[in-house]
Every structure is written in structure tokens, then in C-alpha cells.
């Protein structure tokens, strides 16, 4: 496992994380001991297991030990055939739960629930988005349905006809309100990059664009000047310290809260005593070039969201308590879910090519993330 890890802090409060962080470039072999914070957040799955244990013996579990409900996906309609976006809901749905979520919901037009709901009977399925509904009721259902849920996943398959965008507009809007983490991929970034208030300053959020997405949002943000090696990282900046995750032959994730608008309370972070006004000061870029696949089928951008889904769910229950020792910044868990979805993909991605050869299409991927996932962070948590 390769990384080249770059970073600048200077906080108001000293670190909690035993993850160190400075200005120097770290050597690959520097960079291992890092996977702790990592670690730390997966190893809830400890947790997860104790949960069912309980409630296999009628014993209802403690508060904070509830099962991950990371995801929900909204779909377009299906309008024609060359517009059947349901491969990649389903492709990011089943990741999170192949990686060890419990359940996936998926929101979607009532044209497209019956060929998502056909893949998989594992899948919680609510078509509830029509372009002639009361919109006041849709915004209703679809708050119901974030109770209870940890993570908001958008994009895949969302499509850009404007009800959806309206509606995928409202969802975001809401998981702010809960103080949600959130996954942002395809037509969900060019809905921001139209309106880029929707997700400034929200340091809960994960945006995993490919090469013409973040050329796009490069653009957006007015960074499109800025050496390609920093690009990711003054995107990040100027959206006030959201995570980054820009998709290649080498994953760029950074984060950047040193502008004016990375603020913790208004993203529902707990402001520690010392931290002044909520306002870290961090600049943390990581170059994941771990070994994938020599194929990278279309859909692999929607497994990687699904995985990074599920290590915020992950957090999320760590936030809560449902384990942990709390030594880490819930301001971290973005950043570290990031990687974790990353090395895990692209790790699935090299487990099914060296089966399946030139033939690898994304469905194949699915079945090895569990594998990966064990390969990467060991036997003694893999749940």
C-alpha cells in the first residue's frame, strides 16, 4: 500500500487525533501507522455484531447501538431506454451493503422502483418521487425517511430534469438541518456547481468527482488556474473545507478549512473549549495509489460512493457513541471515510480483475469489497 500524504495544521486546540500532521512529506512506509484513525472508525463493526447478539436474545440494544441505515439514493425516471439510470443506484446501494451496512433505501420515481426493486430483493426501495406531486408532501417523506437514516447518498442516477434536481435540492437541504453526513457524485455535483451555497461550509460533506466533474467544478469554484496537483485542495478551500475526492489513475482526497468559510457549528460539529470560534485551520491532501484493476468499468464511481457511504455511517455511529473512545474529531470522519472508500475500491477493483480479466464489469467488483476490506484493515475486524 502506497500514499503520499501532505499536510499543514495549526489549530486554536491541540489535535485530539494520534494521527500527525505537518508540513513535511511523509514516505510511504511513513504513512501506514496512519491507517489507526481509520481503524478506529471501522471497528464498529464490533459493535454491529454486539447489537444483533442482543436482539437475537430478545434483549433490546442500548441506545446507540442501532443497526447503519447509510443510504438514500434518488433516481430519475425511466424516460426512454437510453435514459435507464438504475444500474448505478443499485451499484452504490449494494456496495454499502456488501461493505457492512445493514440496510440501503433507495428513493426514486415510481417508473424506475420496479427495475431497482428486480436486482436485488435486499434493497428498500420508495417511489415516491413524482414530477406531479404536492411538493410539500414529497419534502414531508423524504424527512421522515433521514430519521432514520445516517448518511444521504446523491447523485447516482439523479439525472438533471428539473423536479428531481428540485427535489434532490430539498433532501440536501434537509440533511444539513440533521446535521447528516453526505456523499455527493455525479448529477448531484453539477447541481452544486449551479448553486454552490447548497454545500459551502458544510464539513459533513464527501464530493467524489471524476476527470470532467471537477474540470467542471475546478471552473465553478474559479480555481480552474491553479496547478493540477493543488487544484483539489483550493476547491476545497473555497468551499469552506469540504472533502474532496477527486477520481483517477491516483485518488486525490483533500480538504482545506484554512478560508473564511470552513466553520464546525454550522455543521453541526461540537466546538471544543479552546478551538476560538469553531474555525480549524488545516490543509491535509492524500494521494491513494493503491493497486485497482487494469479495467475501470463505468460504474466503479458508484461503488466508491457507496463505500465512502458506509464508513460515514460508520462515523456516524461513532458520533453517537455507539462506540469508540471519542479520542477523535468527528471533524476527521469525512477525510477518513474518503480514504477508507477509496483504498477499499480499488482494492475490490484488483481482487475481481485478476478473476474475471478483460471481461471485469462493475457487478463483479460488489462481491469482493467484504474481501478487500479484510485484506486492508485485517482479520480481527472484518465483523
Known sequence: MTFKHLSERSQHARPKSNHRSNKTNHSPSQWVPAQGPVRCVVAHIEGVVRARQVRRQGRRPRRGSR????????????????????????????????????????????TAAQAIKSYSPD????????????????KND???????LHVLVLGPGLGREAYMQHYARTALTLARQRAMFVVLDADALWMVGQELSLVRGYRRAVMTPNVIEFKRLSEQTGVGCVPGDERAA????????????????????????????????????RVEEGEGEGREKVREVVDVDVEGGLKRCGGQGDVLSGCVGTMLAWGKCYEEGAYGDHALPVSRLPMLAAIGGSIVTRTSSRRAFQVEGRGLVTQDMIPHLAKAFTEIFGEDIRG
Not at 478551500?237 to 457549528?265: F, N, P, Y
Open 234 to 269: 483550493a476547491v476545497s478551500r473555497k468551499l469552506g473545507g469540504v472533502v474532496v475526492l477527486e477520481k483517477g489513475a491516483k485518488d486525490v482526497i483533500a480538504s482545506d478549512t484554512t478560508g473564511e468559510e470552513a466553520d464546525l457549528g454550522a455543521s453541526g460539529i
Open 123 to 138: 434493497l428498500i426501495v420508495h417511489p415516491i418521487l413524482r414530477e406531479d406531486a404536492a411538493q410539500d408532501r414529497v
Open 67 to 110: 443497526v447503519c441505515h447509510p443510504l438514500l439514493l434518488f433516481v430519475r425516471p425511466l424516460i426512454s431506454r437510453r435514459h435507464s439510470y438504475t444500474g448505478a443506484p443499485f451499484f452504490a446501494a449494494m456496495s454499502a451493503l456488501r461493505l457492512g451496512a445493514d440496510l440501503s433505501h433507495v428513493i426514486c420515481a415510481p
Open 142 to 148: 423524504i424527512d421522515a425517511i433521514l430519521a432514520r
